[in-house]
């Protein structure tokens, strides 16, 4: 596969083949969702959780990011390398510019940052910078505490509509990509028809531009709590790992994966 780029998700995008997008912090996962074709991979702050062992995604540094950003990197052929910046990275231009350099350096093609329109400003000076930056919206696990739990976003109408101009505006600000967490489908298809960048969806039905999970949650490794209801067990009819991550793949390209049954 030649190497994906925003160019590549743009025309994605626009011939409606959808993306697909999986977490790795190391670089034999790397190498593996490279092998399954995967165009994103996602370093997420949510290593805090599954790798860490923390019950939020709060104590991750910019240190752990760039840290397996290096090891993710080792492991990449051809996948955009999207890196999260974590929980007080990027509380204004100056910290988000320092922040997004150890990430650059350490192999991100691009960084992921949470909040809503107050991001704005942020997302000038990153893009100015050479910086492509995607914008998550809707469920934000960074503001857990804010929110009172891992909750569905947007089910009111007053909500919705905040969130869909958050997502034009971010646009607006200079956002490559969007990623809409946990919000209800009729809202995740309205934001993906109302801006012309590519929109990727968690617990965001099917009518996004694309689709990530947690690899570890695919695989059904993880341990603990009760799985969010977007989550699907890929190995559950596989012999292995890659061929899970294959039937991944092939399931977000024919627009199997998310089924109703994972939508909210
Ligand atoms: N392993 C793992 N997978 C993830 O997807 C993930 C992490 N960790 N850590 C960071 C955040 C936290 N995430 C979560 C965690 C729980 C729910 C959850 O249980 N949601 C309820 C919503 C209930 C409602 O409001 O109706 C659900 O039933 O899915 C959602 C997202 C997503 N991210
Ligand atoms: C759940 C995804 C979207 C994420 O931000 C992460 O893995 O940290
Ligand atoms: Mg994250």
């Known amino acids: 596969m ?28 790397s190498q593996l969702v490279n092998e399954a074709g995967v165009e994103v ?3 997420g702050d949510s290593l805090g959780m599954v790798l860490q062992g923390n ?10 990011m760039a840290y397996h950003t290096r090891a ?6 051809s996948a955009l390398i999207m890196v999260d910046l974590p929980f007080m990275s990027y509380p204004n231009v100056d ?3 320092a922040s997004s350099a150890q990430l650059m350096q350490a192999g991100a093609h691009m960084v992921k940052l949470e909040g809503a329109g107050w991001l704005a400003p942020i997302i000038k ?8 930056v995607c914008a998550h919206l809707g469920l934000t696990p960074q503001a857990v ?8 976003q947007g089910r009111l109408d007053e909500q919705a509509q905040v969130i869909l101009d958050d997502a034009k505006a971010l646009e607006a600000a200079g956002a490559s990509m969007l990623l809409l967490e946990c919000v209800p489908s009729v809202l995740a298809n309205a934001i993906t028809e109302a801006v012309s960048v590519p929109v990727i969806g968690i617990g965001a039905g ?3 531009d694309g689709q990530v999970l947690v690899v570890h949650d695919m695989l059904g490794l993880t341990r603990g709590h009760r799985q969010p209801r977007f989550v699907k067990n890929f190995m559950l009819d596989q012999q292995d790992v890659p061929g899970a991550l294959r039937a991944y793949v092939e399931a977000v390209k024919k627009v199997e994966f998310p089924a109703a049954e994972h939508e909210f």
């Open 2 to 29: 030649p190497n994906v780029t925003l160019t590549t998700l743009s025309k994605l995008k626009q011939t409606g083949e959808k993306i697909t997008c999986l977490t790795a912090y190391d670089a034999t996962f």
């Open 41 to 43: 991979i996602l370093v």
């Open 55 to 64: 019950d939020s995604t709060l104590p991750v540094t910019v240190a752990d």
């Open 72 to 77: 993710v990197k080792r492991g990449n052929s």
């Open 95 to 97: 910290q988000a510019l």
């Open 125 to 132: 000076a990153l893009v100015q910078n050479g910086v492509p």
């Open 145 to 152: 505490n804010l929110l009172g739990g891992y909750k569905v």
């Open 206 to 208: 099917s009518g996004t």
